[in-house]
Structures are given as structure tokens and as C-alpha cells.
DNA sequence: TAAAAAAAACGAAACGTTTCGCGTAACAAG
DNA sequence: CTTGTTACGCGAAACGTTTCGTTTTTTTTA
């Protein structure tokens, strides 16, 4: 049915080698280019992918592998990968593994089997053998949001320790000294970095660490919304929090509405990722902001690089700053 | 490097047609069965599914197009037809167009291009003609959330109407006559649908539409925030509220809280989409909950079938019900 | 036990590209 | 006019499957 290069030879009056040639980026004759031009466009010809990655064993085609298609978070990065991989001709293939370490083996093992050119994959702890197999295979790779140990790999990253570290800086320095966290799962990386982040920058300002102003959250709107009541329910409440991630962040502000919290005078707060969430709050949320689009595009970036066969600089690890808004929702406290 | 059929049938001693109708399904002799088993396990061999494809014009692969990448309630579809379609070897390309048509229209040609064997889309309105194209070419297409009119297509849809109509329905019941509706733009199938419902129940109660009560937002959150203040601010404001999406359900429920709005005092409410937040906010929420799921898994289902080339029923039109949890913020009013 | 029927295995062509080595035309230099 | 050089163009093989018509093996039946 549709139109193949052979057509295109036919019409042209040349041959298959030179359209291929010309259709690759080749020389060819002035005429000749004009000739093919005209061709491909009254045939409508479209290259068959599978006929050109069965002779060259190129999918043009990258998997995307993520905890949860159900987190704005992730799939905002996978929307701007998307594009910039999308500008080179690439299709990407995106896949969830619902949280679930075998899953994620299973899905890995899927794409990898589907002979996609490369993978970006946002890595569960734990399942650190098939990453191995994966490099070992040649396999270009990408990470993100999460690093290795003793694994050489491209990955991109955020600077989540200096995001907390300056986030609560700015509550010590306005005066607040019993600052609860709310943290997310201790076993994921990030979750663990934001939590150093915040135990590092009290311990720098002389301030005791008070395990009853850290808590554990699972990442969940609900968990944000029952830490926060933990938290003001204590004896002796923070005068300020700082919530790790989104879906938490919006708990936290259901939990403080209800209760007719007053912010900044009866809690200062700092949440975490959305900006049209904080906007819309009164008074204007201050919040780490991560940037999802750098992410995205420089996880994207990284992987053509490879795909091109680029290895200078392997393995490639950037480390990308979140910003930090403040705004009214920090108080000043006398000292 | 990868082991291929034709050393399957080194290994095996039988010939290479042999071993592809093992793998296609065909009848082979029990010892050989065991044998090419054996010899699959220890080459580690693997389908080259491009050869299979130039074979077979087949690609094994489904794209799937929806509006954005950053919409929870999409990528939840986008996640549970990425489960079912896996569970029959298909890979899934996803890609957004971020609510613009002109992207919308090259993306779909990029996944035809792409020779996807099927495509699932939720449109927007507009490029019907592209989607008229994709129809004639014959590659399956499944809609989702939106029909279009005069054109035969496979489609999965919810009953919005039904599903505002109901809901607004317990509203009346309990003695309310001044509703308020936050809906979403008026170009969008789903939107138009769910005003239509809140339209025909009060006018099959014989109540009149009011024109100040009815608020168009963009189904983001900051637009329920605005709405709902506006709503209130309203010099005879609605005694209660129906809001038509997730997003603008999280802003409204922000301005509720922060004007010390009580619920269900002083207004009654109706929301959209997330259970989760509907639970966690106190009073417990009532809401309209969408079948994610079965959207996802129904749209999967019948897009398989057409790929197997069962073309029975078609057009299919499935329409999901909606699921109204009635919880604690409805106020019966005296009559 | 032989013939017929059914089942299994085989060989070769085809799918639509890319690639490589070779042929040839064009052109410049001697 | 001849030779050397360059740049294009060409033909054929190869990528790893499926498929179809044919041959071989096995099973059934008489």
C-alpha cells in the first residue's frame, strides 16, 4: 500500500542505493535532490522504520520507566522529555511500575526486550542488579532523581540537601528554632537527602535535632494532612514546617485551613513543588520549586548524547539547583 | 551479538520455519517443543520483533495521545491502559500535546507515521479531519471522554450528564434551590456535558437557571479558587456548590477553607474526581468519582480487539457510569 | 502390511531498508 | 588527447523474521 523507496527509484528513474543515500543525508546531484524531493512528496513516501532498524538494529525509540504515572511530579518530567526527544525523531515509551519493585524488574526487562535505543529510568531502591546488566549491555541509560553507589551511570539530579539546607536557613534565620519536617519515605533517596538537608543546617546553627519534630510521610495528600495535625498536636509544636513534596504540601494546607491555623502567625510554612498551588494560597505559600523542565530535558539531552555515541564525560552526573520562593508565609519571630 | 532464530535451529538441529511456527503457536512435535525450549533458555533468545514487523507490517505498538502530561486524571487512564495492553506484548507510546490542536494534529501523525498498530486519543475539538484520516487508513482508533459527531470511531465515554444530573439531583432533594456550578470550558465535550446535566434536572424540577450561578474555568486550580470566591461573593450567593473537576475542586475547597467558609453550614458541596482528597477534608467530601479504571482497561479491551481484528459491535460506544458518594457535605435544608 | 491421510518439517522467497565495493562520468591537469 | 582524481550512481548482499508450497515423516485405516 504505502509507497516504499523502491516506488521512489521507479519514479525517479535512479536507484535504491542513491535514495537511500539522499534520504541518509548523502550527496547527490542538484537535479536529482529536486527529482526525489518531488517523488517523495506525490507518493507520499514515509521511511519504514522497521525495515531501516532491522538493517541498522535502531528502534528510534527510548523507554521511560517511572514509580507512578499517577504523580504530577514525574509525568510533568516525562511530558518534557517527551518533546525534546521527540525533536530528534525519537518515540518514547512510557511505563509505571505502580511503586512496586518487581514491577519495576518486570517493565525493565520489557523495554529492554522491546530493543528500545535507550532508557531514562527513575529507579526504586534495591533493584540495583539489573541497572548493572543493563549498562553491561551497552544499553544507554539515564537516572533520575536517584544515584547509585558504585555504579557508573549518566544521571540527573537535584541538589535536594542545599534545597532543604536553605529552605530551613531561611526559618533559623528569621528566628525559628523548633522546625518540624515533613519528610517522605526514609528508604527513597530524595526523601533521605531532604532529610539531611534539614539535620545539617540545624546541626550548623548549634540547634538541637528533635526526633518529635521529624516526620514520616508516605508522599500521600493524606499522610501531609495527618503529619500536620501530629505536628501542632505536639506539646510543644514547631512554630514552623516544611513539607518534602507536593501531594503532601496540599494535605498540610487542607489539615492548616481546617484547623484555622493562622499563617505565618501561628505557623510559618514552607512547602514544596507547585507554584500554582502556592500562588493561590493566602497568604502566598514560600516553596522549593524543583525545576521539572530542566530535568526533563537534560535527562533527554544526556541520553541522545549517548545515542549518538558521545561518550565524553561518562559517566555524566548533573546536579541541577531547585529555586527557593519565599514569600508571606514565613514569620519573623522576636528573638 | 543476540541469539536468532536461525541459531535456534543450529542448536536444535531443525530447520528455521520450524522454529517460527513453535513461537507463532503451531504444532511441533513434543520432544522438539522440548528441545527448542531448551535452546531458547540457554541462547537466551529473544524475537527480534523489527524483522518480525517488516514481516508482518506489525509493530506491537499502541500510541497513545492526551491532551497533557500533566493532568492526574489523564495519566491515570493513561496508566491502566498501559497495564492491559501490556498484558498482551504491546508497548505503549505516550504522548501529550499539551492542549494545543496544531500539536495535537502532528502528533497523531507522528504516531501514525510511526505505524503504531492502534491508537487511543482523547481529543480535542476541532481536528476532526486528521481523525477522519486516521479512521480511513484503517488503523484502529479508540476515543476517549469525547464523540464526535458523524463519525463512526470506537469510543469510551463517561455519562457526565447522569453524573452532574445525579448529583446535583441530591442537592435539590435537600432543599436546595440556589446551586452553584464551577464547569469547565465551554469548548470541551466533557464540560459541555456536565453542564447540560446541572441544566436539565433544574429544569426538570422547575427551577429556574440562573446565568450568575454557572462559572466557566479552565480546570486548573487557581480557576475553582477564583470561581468559588466569586460565587459567594455573589450579592444572593448559592447555598451550595458543584464543582466539575479534580483541579478545581483542590482550589475551591483552598478558598473554602480560607475564608472560613463551614461546610456544610454555610454551603454545601459537591466535587470531582479524587477520592482521596475527598476523604482527608473535613467534613468528609461528597464527590463524583470517575471509573479511571475501567476507562483505561475498557479503552485497552476494545482497542485489542480491533488489533485481532474482531470488528463486531463497531462502532462501540461505551458509556461509564459515575460513581456519587454522598458524605458529609450536604446540608439538608428546611422547606 | 500397504496405502491413504494427516501431521510435521523444510526451503526459499519476501518484507524495505542500509551499506559496501565497484563502475562510470565529469572534470582538471599535464 | 591522455591520465589521474573526484564525485556520483549502481547492484547485490544482508538484517531476522514469516509464509507458502512442497517434501518428508508419522499416524490411521482398510
Redesign the pocket.
Known sequence: ?????????KYT????????????G????E??KQLIEEAIQTLD????E???G????RTMTVGVLIPSLKNIFFTSIVSHIESELLKEGYSTIVCDFKEDPDLEEKKLQFLFDKMVDGIVLMPLPGNDNLIKKIIAQQTPLVLIDRLIPNVDCDVVLVDNLNASYNAVEQLIIRGHRRIGIIAGPQNIYTAQERLKGYIRVLEDYGLKVDPSLIKHGDYQIESGYNLLLELIGDEQPPTAVYVTNYEMTIGSIIAINENNIRIPDDLSFIGFDNQDLARIVKPALSIVVQPVQKIGETAAQVLLKRLKKDQRGFPLVTRLKTQLLIRDSIKKLES
Chains 1, 2 share one sequence.
Open positions: 500500500m504505502a509507497a516504499t523507496i523502491k516506488d521512489i527509484a528513474g535512479l536507484s535504491i542505493s542513491t535514495i537511500s543515500k539522499y534520504l541518509n548523502g550527496n547527490v546531484l537535479p536529482n513516501f514515509k521511511v519504514n522497521m525495515a531501516r532491522l538493517r541498522t538494529s
